[in-house]
């Protein structure tokens, strides 16, 4: 009885944590919504690394001083080919992914993006099929069906009077959900390897690509703004550290509600949605809510049939859950990365 309500509790806390990551990961993008306009998105990135590396660094250094560790280089593991090949994909991707993201985000409202990039799931089916050679079932191909139908909807390319984005901002979007598709994916296949590590590899390679990138393309400058914009600037990655922070916790909590708790995420572009009517003054598109509706639907069944399959294959092997808990917790640490 006791342990049947400590799990109740961990159940319940667990979707706390994946309520208020999806939260946190709205408000990052309401604070991209509200930076200065003319502030690059690489220097958006650059900042978001940085204070993510910065943030790791003193939780890694917390974590050790309690256990009474210390932290050095011979906690990095080596790495097999194929795991540095993945780690590539999963930071590279990653970068572009987010890049993509943010990219559209200037052009498109708050909410309309997120749908977009949270059909994310379909991708991740598409893309570990590919590359796996993961069998799709058939209630997933109808969902990937239902979802690819309602992107269409959303774009609703047939109405050209009324279009609430450039076309290349919708093909922008869509092509940052298939990278964070190919992410989750690698980040899969990374399962042996400490959350830790890939994050760090992550954030590092973000942080130089944004600088580097950016120099050279001459936009890696900061124009001059007050102290408002300067703290959307500092939200962006304030938000993503702790939304990735209490989705990890939360993934990490589930157990055998992963399901349940994975459709959760999908309260960010609900909480995106509502603060683009609220603060950007945005408006509620007839074919962008009814699209938006599909596609999230249909995403939510993917993860959920999938984590159900999963737990399924997985309940006579108790010695995986703690392999199994860790790429769960990647997955959704990571969004979209």
């Excluded at 050790?64 to 560790?69: D, E, F, L, S, V």
């Excluded at 279009?163 to 042996?192: D, M, R």
Aim: hydrophobic share 55%; aromatic share 8%; net charge neutral.
């Amino acid at each position: 009885m006791l342990q049947a309500d400590a799990a109740e509790k961990q159940s319940k806390l667990a979707q706390l944590l994946i309520v208020l990551g999806a939260l946190f990961f709205s408000l990052m993008g309401l604070c991209v919504k509200k930076a200065d306009a003319k502030l690059s998105t690489f220097t958006m990135l650059a900042v978001r690394s940085a204070l993510g590396l910065i943030f790791s660094l003193v939780a890694s250094c917390l974590r050790a001083a309690y256990h009474g560790k210390a932290i050095s280089a011979n906690c990095i593991p080596k790495l097999t080919r194929r795991e540095l090949l993945w780690l590539a994909v999963r930071s590279l991707v990653g970068f572009g992914s987010i890049l993509l993201e943010y990219i559209a985000l200037k052009q498109m409202p708050l909410g309309l993006n997120t749908v977009i990039v949270y059909s994310s799931p379909g991708f991740i089916v598409l893309w570990s099929a590919l590359l796996v050679g993961e069998r799709i079932r058939l209630p997933v191909v109808a969902c990937l069906i239902v979802a690819f139908a309602g992107l269409v909807i959303t774009i609703h390319p047939w109405e050209t009077a009324d279009v609430e984005a450039p076309v290349w901002a919708y093909a922008t979007s869509i092509l940052a959900a298939v990278g964070a598709g190919l992410v989750y994916v690698s980040l899969g296949q990374l399962k042996q390897i400490s959350y830790e590590v890939v994050m760090y590899v992550f954030l590092s390679t973000c942080l130089v690509l944004s600088i580097v990138v950016g120099l050279l393309l001459g936009v890696l400058e900061v124009p001059p703004m007050g102290w408002s914009k300067l703290c959307y600037l500092l939200g962006v990655g304030v938000f993503a550290y702790a939304a990735e922070v209490c989705v990890t916790c939360g993934f990490a909590r589930a157990r055998g509600n992963l399901g349940r708790v994975s459709v959760l995420k999908f309260l960010t572009p609900i909480f995106s949605t509502a603060w683009d009517l609220i603060f950007l003054h945005g408006h509620l598109h007839m074919f962008g809510a009814l699209g938006g509706c599909l596609i999230l639907v249909s995403s939510a069944i993917i993860v959920l049939f999938t984590k159900s399959t999963v737990q399924e294959d997985e309940s006579s092997a108790e010695e995986q859950c703690s392999a199994s808990e860790e790429t769960d917790v990647a997955i959704g640490n990571s969004r979209i990365i």
